[in-house]
């Protein structure tokens, strides 16, 4: 296939409103993922400190936890002006949305960025013999740590699920009373049966 096929489907493609929707928040929320991983990142290497305690005999870095919420905070504000203006473009109440917004980002914090997460680590760390601080690789000088195989892990079950909460719970568009483009080209250019049915009527 030629290059210049390829922008053409792209675009053919771009005109339905479902991938368009999909594509974008995929998009967004790959950013999203960026700026919760920016910001984790920033605050680990500034703030040097542990908070250990014992849970079922495995420790925990409070600390790590506590950077982590930090970190969704940050996030979930991108995400939600994103949402709303790029990926759902709703007019809804701002209020109402974003509280429904924070409420099912609260879910998902709970239930992933800290209990999944903080069960991934202690796996990692108990199980697999693999310290949360031990270097895994070096990008552009920065030290990349166990930590964030756990991290980008759990990005992908977020990503899924914000994306579920917010098609059928928050961004909900009101259905409009006027037809659509399709259904007036239905209603403009009568089918082939219509035609003869209003011949034999004049006949």
Not at 76 to 102: D, P, R, W
Not at 112 to 125: D, H, Q, R
Not at 165 to 178: D, Q, R, T, V, W
């Amino acid at each position: 296939m030629s290059t210049a096929e390829e922008p053409s489907r792209l675009k053919k493609l771009m005109k339905n409103e479902k991938f368009r929707e999909i594509f974008w928040y995929f998009v967004f929320g790959v950013l999203t993922t960026l700026v919760n991983l920016a910001t984790f990142a920033l605050m680990d290497k500034l703030f040097d400190v542990k908070w250990p305690v014992k849970i079922f005999k495995w420790d925990l870095d409070l600390f790590v936890t506590f950077i982590n919420v930090v970190a969704w905070v940050v996030a979930i504000v991108f995400a939600y002006v994103t949402n709303k203006k790029f990926v759902f473009h709703t007019k809804g109440n701002v209020v109402k949305e974003f509280l429904s917004f924070v409420a099912a980002r609260l879910f998902t914090l709970f239930a992933f960025e800290l209990g999944l997460f903080t069960l991934g680590i202690m796996v990692m760390e108990n199980a697999c013999n693999m310290p949360e601080d031990d270097l895994l690789i070096t990008v552009f000088g920065f030290d990349v740590t166990n930590k964030y195989i756990v991290k980008l892990f759990i990005a992908v079950f977020v990503v899924v699920a914000n994306y579920i909460f917010s098609k059928l719970f928050i961004f909900k568009k009101k259905k409009s009373a006027e037809p659509s483009a399709e259904e007036q080209e239905k209603t403009e250019d009568p089918t082939p049966a219509e035609t003869a049915e209003a011949k034999a009527e004049e006949l």
